[in-house]
């Protein structure tokens, strides 16, 4: 069982920056995917931005060009790299895994507010 745990979430003004961190700890051997995905009030949870073992990366569109989605194996640990935030990126954003078993394991999310 792996356990995944975000952080860096907050308030931040538009066009401002943050990086979301997930370090996971646990039984991490077999990942095939990690990825990020956010949850706004009274929306649907969406993926952002996604990457497999083999080192492809997909972004939502909405996304492209804004967000990076990077990890340190040494720490266990991804990341998500958000510039040029706009208020519609406010959401929960959650880390997630994939193993090659098709098993899946979630962090509890961290809150993320693009505001003036």
């Known amino acids: 069982q792996v356990q995944l745990v975000e952080s860096g979430g907050g308030l931040v003004q538009p066009g401002g920056s943050l990086r979301l961190s997930c370090a996971a700890s646990?039984?991490?051997?077999?990942?095939?995917?990690r990825a990020w995905y956010r949850q706004a009030p009274g929306k649907q949870r969406e993926l952002v931005a996604a990457?497999?073992?083999?080192?492809?990366?997909n972004y939502a569109d909405s996304v492209k060009g804004r967000f990076t989605i990077s990890r340190d194996n040494a720490r266990n640990t991804m990341y998500l790299q958000m510039n040029s935030l706009k208020p519609e990126d406010t959401a929960v954003y959650y880390c997630?895994?994939?193993?090659?078993?098709?098993?899946?394991?979630w962090g509890q999310g961290t809150q993320v507010t693009v505001s003036s």
């Open positions: 997630n895994v994939v193993f090659a078993s098709g098993s899946s394991s």
């Open positions: 990457t497999t073992s083999g080192g492809s990366t």
């Open positions: 646990g039984s991490i051997f077999g990942i095939y995917s």
